[in-house]
Each structure stands twice: as structure tokens, then as C-alpha cells.
């Protein structure tokens, strides 16, 4: 049995799956409180659990850098505790994976968001496989993208991408909207089951720096530090 876990972006997913099918679920839309919700849940399904767990499974991104931290970290531990099988899981892919059935025949551009006027896009075939790699773009460059590519033929485009930065999505040309935001649990459960377990560790997926290092310059002036000094403490901190 595998325990496999999503905390991307917003909507907390913890299940318990085998080859009979799903045998533990819990979401819940808990931004910010994913730290206080999802070890004891995960805890709670795993007392009840109707066999042995086997492996984990986590997404490991592209997502919130705080969630996918988040995720692995819980996915980690419990592995070294219980000396198991670690799998990360591709976010976008998942989505896509779960468009096929609303938007068959369409090639895929999965948007989720990034930060403001950003978004992380990855765009696949009909039948899933991917056409471009996961990439961090200006939310005006991917909507100028998909407007190219729905020109040329069938385009669906899903994710929190667009919900989060409307205005630079409104004119998408012919391309057909979906309104996913979420994997859905059985995708998710079709991931984990066919995962690659090679780890513990998985690395993150990140396609950028974090707010921190980005921002480092303004954020070590408001604490009184130089640019350097600052570096030198985020470099230990990263090394320790």
C-alpha cells in the first residue's frame, strides 16, 4: 500500500492507494495550514489503514516552495523511520493527465501559478506526453504562447494559473478553458502506483529561486545586513 501526498498549491491531497483502488482519501483547500493538518491526518489514515504500507509518494513540484518543502520533508522522515521506498511525483504532468478526458484530441497547456504575473507552464500531446519542458514564464509570454499554438490547431488550457493572473489571460484566442485546478484523486493514485521509487532523497523540482534569494539584497537591508553578509549566512544555512 502507498501513501502518496500533494501539497503543490493550495488543496492539501493525502491518500492511501494499492492495486485494488483507493483505500484512504483526505483534501482539503488549507492554505498556509498545511504544516498543523497534514501529519496528523496522514497519522489518522495510517492507523486505519486495512494493510502495510509499502512505499510513499510526493510531489515534488514545480509548486509553492513552502508546500513542496512542506511535502517531502513529512514524505523523508516517514521513509528513514519506516526504512521505505521513496517516489516524487511531476506536478504538471499530473494535471494534464487528468484534461485528456475533458479535452480530447487538444494539445495540453497546463499554467499553474508561479508568483504575481507568473506561471509555471508545461504544454503535452493529446495522448499526454509531454511537447516542452516545465519552464517559469512571464504570464504574458505563456498566454502569447498558447494564443500561437491555438491558432494552429486544438489548444486546452487548465490550471491556477489562470485563476491567479486573469488579466493576462483573457484574450486566449480559440483555446478551450478548463476549469481544473486540481489533480483529481484517481490520477494522483494512477502516479503513485506506477511511480519510481528510488529514493529517499527526492529532489524538489524548483524552476526558480525562492522570494528569499531573490529578494536577498532588500531583505538583508531591512535587518541591517550587507548583500554579503547575507549571502554568507543564506550559504551556510543551505549547507548545514
Known amino acids: 500500500m502507498i501513501l502518496a501526498l500533494n501539497t503543490a498549491e493550495e488543496r ?19 492554505p498556509g495550514r498545511m504544516n498543523e493538518i497534514m501529519a496528523p491526518e496522514a497519522a489518522r489514515m495510517l492507523a486505519a489503514a486495512p494493510g502495510e504500507l509499502t512505499g510513499v509518494a510526493c510531489v ?11 511535502g517531502l520533508a513529512y514524505a523523508h522522515g516517514l521513509c528513514l523511520a519506516r526504512s521505505l521506498p521513496l517516489a516524487g511525483l511531476d506536478y504538471l504532468p499530473l494535471l494534464a493527465v487528468c484534461a485528456r478526458e475533458e479535452a480530447p484530441g ?10 504575481t504575473a507568473r506561471v509555471y507552464h508545461q504544454s503535452f500531446e493529446p495522448c499526454g506526453t509531454p511537447l516542452t519542458p516545465p ?10 504562447l498558447i494564443r500561437q499554438r ?14 491567479r493572473n486573469p488579466s493576462h489571460f483573457e484574450d486566449l484566442g480559440p483555446a478551450l478553458r478548463l476549469g481544473l485546478i486540481d489533480p483529481t484523486p484517481s490520477a494522483l493514485a494512477q502516479a ?3 511511480a519510481a521509487f528510488t529514493g529517499p532523497p527526492v529532489d524538489a523540482l524548483y524552476l526558480r529561486g525562492s522570494d528569499a534569494e531573490e529578494n536577498l539584497a532588500s531583505i538583508a537591508a531591512g535587518r541591517g ?5 547575507a549571502q554568507a549566512r543564506l550559504d551556510r544555512a543551505l549547507s548545514d
Open 106 to 115: 487538444c494539445e495540453l497547456h497546463v499554467l499553474t501559478h508561479s508568483r
Open 150 to 163: 491555438a491558432a494552429a490547431g486544438p489548444v486546452a488550457v487548465l490550471g491556477s494559473g489562470l485563476r
Open 225 to 229: 545586513l550587507t548583500p554579503e553578509e
Open 60 to 70: 515534488r513540484g514545480p509548486g509553492s516552495f513552502t508546500g513542496v518543502r512542506l
Open 135 to 144: 519552464k517559469d514564464l512571464p504570464a504574458q509570454a505563456a498566454a502569447q
Open 12 to 30: 492539501l491531497q493525502i491518500l492511501l492507494v494499492d492495486g485494488g483502488g483507493l483505500r484512504g482519501l483526505f483534501e482539503e483547500d488549507c
Open 192 to 194: 503513485a502506483l506506477a
